[in-house]
């Protein structure tokens, strides 16, 4: 076991899924808090199944399965699908969970048309398009690691840089305005950031469970701390911690898909922190109340 | 019967079964867990097939019931627990459809069951797996399922019709008059359970959540009864899977996706141009108003 291990460090291409893997886990930890306090979780998980169209559409108009492209189409179908969610919200009589429930569904089916569609009428090296549903790991080549490495280290420093201006935004609004923050350009912000963890990350996680790394490390994180800051750190080193644990079992034993592993990963830390978190979790409760 | 005629069937009794059982979610604001369950029954389904190792319709049924009836109590239990509930329903749901997952990797390829199966369904193979009794064959078991599993929405919503329009639109009221709110609750989370895995088999998750979310929503863009926004709902669904059907033939593409693209057609053009609830509508009558007070 342990030889295997060193084995598969002694790989390059191993070190650099697994740095990626921690890199990405750790700012979508980060970034995931500030969505948790927000209460949009479930709109990240809609960005997300919106990614698989514009990755097919990206695609099909330059007809070659060049990374950033695919990025390109993903991120602009992401947005469009939140801008729908706040139309309909706005506009009819949906409430905001059928509405994120009618995107998710149409645009992942739309994406799967598009996807078989892809299969059927380009014979070119279409193949491996359909590993961006549940991720693969083992599919990333060298460049396409290092992009989501150095996208990661920017989407942390951004949400560093303005940590200060996020956590007044989130926590007091109308006090944000007052003091002179621009409370509509740090929303966009936010909701860019997100763009940007789900669409360097479907790769590897796949568009299904991508939400799933913004949402349970940040909760997660949630259990142990009441501070905003130490909680995004936290949750960073959770969502690293599963990214880390996530892609080494997949490489390990064979055939495992990486995405449900990073997921069930950080499962397995929320529910730990559930237990014994340190301000919420249940024993720790039970024992404060004896 | 024909090959076309059995899809055909199996798409309608997809769209008839979730439309019904979805209006009611809808209506409840309860939309997300019908996501979460149908995700999640996929964990279900594996864990039947892990006890008997066979896929046989009623382990599955009882299997998914089971994982459903799980998702909706752990929902349950973190939000009383202080977590908000969209965030509770996102961690329930991603962990156990990832464990689903995980585990169905172990199973290999001896069964047909995999993946891409799971989320896309094959809708192309209901009619080769048929119900055999001594020999004969009765039709495909998908559509036997679907059938069982809409006799047993429409039995459960006639006989507790009064209860449930009551507790959806006035619960505290409800509960005052003695209606069992949680009994109420759990009835329509096993509605939704076996609906979501007697159309899993042959559509997937995704169709299953368009199926059981957006007919439901179209339905109450266009009209304010209860009852009218059921049985509107599982008109819906039965027109989407047939227009979808002709898409997907025409263009020749996946059945299921295609199907779900046109519950999202329907419910733009209902968001549009409903009478009473569309924006065109709204905006005409709001041009007229400004006309009239002048």
Known sequence: ?290 | MSYTFWIILTGCLVGLTCGIAGSLLVLRKMSMIADAISHTVLLGIVGAFFVTQSLNGIPMLIGAAVVGLLTAYLVELLSNSGVQSDASIGVVFTSLFALGVVLISFIGDQVHLDTKHALMGEIAFVPWDTLQINGESYGPVAVWMLGFSLLFNILLITLFYKQIKMSTFDPQFAALVGIPLTFIHYLLMTMVSFSTVASFNSVGAILVVAMLIVPGATAYLLSDRFLHVIILSGAVGVLSALLGYLCASFFNVSIAGSMATMTGVLFSLAFLFSPKHGIVFKKINSGYEAIKVK
């Open chain 1, 1 to 290: 076991m342990v030889d295997f291990i060193s084995s598969l460090l002694g790989s390059a291409n191993f070190r650099w899924v697994l740095t990626g893997s921690l890199l990405l886990g750790f700012a979508s930890g980060m970034i995931g808090s500030f969505v948790l306090l927000k209460k949009q979780s479930l709109i990240s998980d809609a960005m997300a199944h919106a990614a698989l169209p514009g990755v097919c559409i990206g695609f099909m108009i330059f007809q070659e399965k060049s990374l950033p492209v695919l990025l390109i189409g993903a991120a602009l179908t992401s947005l469009i699908a939140t801008h729908l969610i706040q139309l309909i919200v706005n506009h009819s009589r949906i409430k905001s969970d059928a509405a994120i429930g009618i995107i998710i569904s149409v645009f992942f089916g739309f994406g799967i048309v598009l996807l078989t569609f892809i299969q059927q009428n380009f014979t070119s090296n279409q193949a491996g398009l359909d590993s961006f549903i549940f991720g693969q790991a083992a599919s990333l080549i060298r460049s396409d690691v290092q992009l989501i490495a150095v996208s990661s280290i920017i989407l942390v420093f951004i949400s560093t840089l303005c940590f200060k201006e996020f956590k007044i935004s989130i926590f007091d609004p109308s006090f944000a305005k007052n003091i002179g923050i621009n409370v509509k350009f740090f929303n966009g912000l936010l909701l860019a950031l997100v763009v940007g963890i789900v669409v360097i990350g479907i790769q590897m996680v796949g568009v299904v469970l991508i939400a799933s790394l913004l949402i349970t490390p940040a909760l997660a994180a949630r259990y142990w701390t009441d501070n905003l800051s130490v909680m995004a750190w936290l949750g960073g080193i959770f969502g690293s911690i599963s990214g880390m644990t996530g892609a080494i079992s997949s490489t390990m034993i064979g055939d495992l898909p990486t995405g449900p592993m990073i997921v069930l990963s950080a499962s397995v830390i929320f529910f730990i922190s559930l237990l014994l978190g340190k301000s919420k979790g249940l024993v720790t409760k039970a024992v404060k109340v004896r």
